[in-house]
């Protein structure tokens, strides 16, 4: 049977006896029998140990009140019970408690655990009831024939002492049955043995009192077991308490280490909601954007981070992608920050979900880049490029040849490559120094510039000697052009300060694809056709 099936008779139970108070106190302590079976299910072995204490607790005044009680019943009775019945009913008395009180003696120095409860129970009930039997049979010993009143002295003693058992004995309900049953009953049977109207209805009441201590017997255990169960789930509760602020102060301690950390670390981080709006934002991401911390919160991502694409179109953060997407999103954007500032920046952004895989919110993670870019670009440059001149050095300007040779082949056209080596370079850097040797290769580099076309290319290649790929479609005699322009342009005088001096240049070209189909032919025939101007007499142009 359930224990819900059992509640549902109690309470049809109370309705069915309505104004009978020894079925309502029954059936109450029935309910409350069937609330506490949860208590015992909890707590069972420590509940039962509780209440083996509370037995053994209030043992030692109960063993003097009942030698006390014991010994006035008697002496009272002695003038008509023979001294050798009483000294026998009273020695058993003072042998049963004074093993009871020797058994108490124990246990409070054996102070046993919830798993030796059991035992000790067994041994108090079973003392409990060699007392009540002694007690009874005071009823049949100590109960004179031809005296009411002594009579009813020995009914109102048992009475007394069965009434005083129930808040004694009632922390264990079996040691409540255990001394009321044997304690009263032969007072009931000797009271019925009479035959008579007045011993016939004591009887009666005896029987009638014997089941109302059982019922104060359950009700008071029900109590104790109650306050014992509240008392447990205090103890639960404070530990609880305990556990859930150990708890709550190390969530504090992480959240406290988790802000440091966010603050420390030079990325920005920001954590949207579900909606995209602004939750939480570190202090390198509001360098970043612009927007300190409360302005930002709960303001849309988007109006906070613009970014923009290479083309300067307006973008989405990567933060608004993956709440769109529910994906792990990388971008790469420029972001304008509040005071019209442009970073490049890195941005990985990850969606947050609950323990019920709902989606709510993101965390994204913002790196500035500028710098690392700016820098990359810088190598990039300098790997590709003269560090004196600016201008692109052998290895860019293989690579343009061979993508200027490629789209020749497509185009079925032609270019040229002018070779230049300044005349008597030497001489200058040994009368004016190396310094305005420089000088004078920067001007030369600004000067080939102005010389040609956007698209052109002018190389150094090291010392003294450049190099100018003329894009096509171009003829022979714009080449002649070209380079005779070149040379009447460098032949212009260069002033250092307060001196100055002049530099020609022999310039020899190829052009393709008759004098090479490749970057090396290409180079060598130009190469060969400078030297050959030199021996010319220089300032001169072979093509």
């Known amino acids: 049977m359930r224990i819900s099936d059992l509640r549902s008779g109690v309470s049809v139970g109370v309705s069915k006896y309505p104004g009978n108070p020894f079925a309502e ?31 053994y607790k209030n043992a030692p005044l109960a063993y003097v009140v009942t030698l006390a009680n014991g010994a006035i019943l008697a002496y009272v009775q002695s003038p008509y019970i023979s001294t050798a019945v009483l000294l026998a009913w009273y020695g058993s008395l003072i042998l049963v408690t004074a093993s009871r009180a020797l058994i108490a003696r124990q246990y409070a120095h054996a102070s046993p655990g919830p798993g030796d409860a059991r035992r000790w129970n067994g041994i108090y009930v079973i003392g409990a009831a060699c007392a009540g039997i002694v007690w009874g ?23 007394g002492m069965s009434a005083g058992s129930v808040s004694v004995l009632a922390p264990r309900l079996e040691a409540s049955i255990a001394f009321l049953l044997p304690a009263l009953l032969p007072l009931a049977a000797q009271y019925l043995r009479f035959g008579t109207m007045l011993h016939t209805v004591m009887g009666i009441m005896t029987l009638i009192f014997l089941a109302g201590m059982f019922l104060s017997a359950w009700t008071f255990n029900c109590s104790i077991r109650t306050s014992l169960h509240l008392r447990f789930d205090k103890r639960e509760l404070e530990a609880e308490i305990t556990q859930r602020r150990h708890a709550e102060e190390e969530l504090f301690r992480e959240k406290e280490r988790l802000q440091t950390t966010l603050s420390s670390i030079g990325e920005g981080v920001v954590l949207v909601d579900a909606d995209g709006r602004v939750e939480y934002m570190n202090p390198a991401a509001e360098q970043l954007c612009g927007w300190s911390f409360h302005e930002a919160l709960n303001r849309p991502a988007g109006e906070i981070f613009k970014c923009v694409d290479a083309d300067k179109r307006k973008v989405g953060t990567a933060m608004e992608d ?10 790469q954007n420029v972001m304008f920050c509040k005071a019209g500032k442009e970073h490049v920046i890195e941005e990985l952004a990850t969606p947050l979900y609950d ?34 001149t600016g201008l692109p050095n052998r290895n860019l300007l293989k690579d343009r040849t061979r993508q200027a040779i490629a789209r020749a082949q497509r185009k079925h056209e032609n270019f040229a490559l002018l070779f230049l080596d300044l005349d008597r370079f030497k001489a200058i850097n040994d009368n004016l120094g190396h310094a305005a040797g420089d000088a004078l290769l920067v001007d030369v580099a600004q000067r ?34 070209v380079a005779d322009k070149i040379r009447r342009t460098l032949r212009k005088p260069y002033r250092f300060g307060a ?23 290409l180079l060598g025939h130009a190469d060969s056709a400078m030297y050959h101007a030199k021996q010319q007499g220089r300032d001169r142009i072979c093509v």
């Open 25 to 55: 106190g029954l059936i109450r302590g029935l309910r409350t029998e069937m609330e506490s079976f949860g208590i015992q299910s909890r707590h069972s072995d420590e509940l039962l140990a509780e209440q083996v204490k509370l037995l």
């Open 355 to 388: 323990r019920h895989g709902k989606l709510i919110g993101v965390v994204s993670v913002l790196r500035d880049v500028t710098e690392l870019m700016q820098k990359t670009e810088q190598l990039a440059h300098a790997a590709d490029h003269d560090p004196l």
């Open 499 to 521: 001196r100055s001096a002049t530099v020609t240049v022999s310039i020899g070209a190829s052009l393709y694809p008759f004098d090479g189909q490749d970057t090396e032919s």
């Open 448 to 481: 080939l510039t102005d010389c040609v076309r956007e698209e052109d290319t002018i190389a150094r290649l090291g010392g003294d000697e450049f190099v100018v790929l003329l894009d096509g479609p171009t003829k022979q005699t714009q080449v002649k052009a």
């Open 137 to 159: 049979s005071a009823a049949l010993m100590l109960f004179p024939l031809n005296s009411i009143a002594h009579q009813v002295l020995v009914a109102f003693v048992l009475a």
């Open 322 to 331: 993956s709440l769109s997407s529910t994906d792990r999103v990388t971008k």
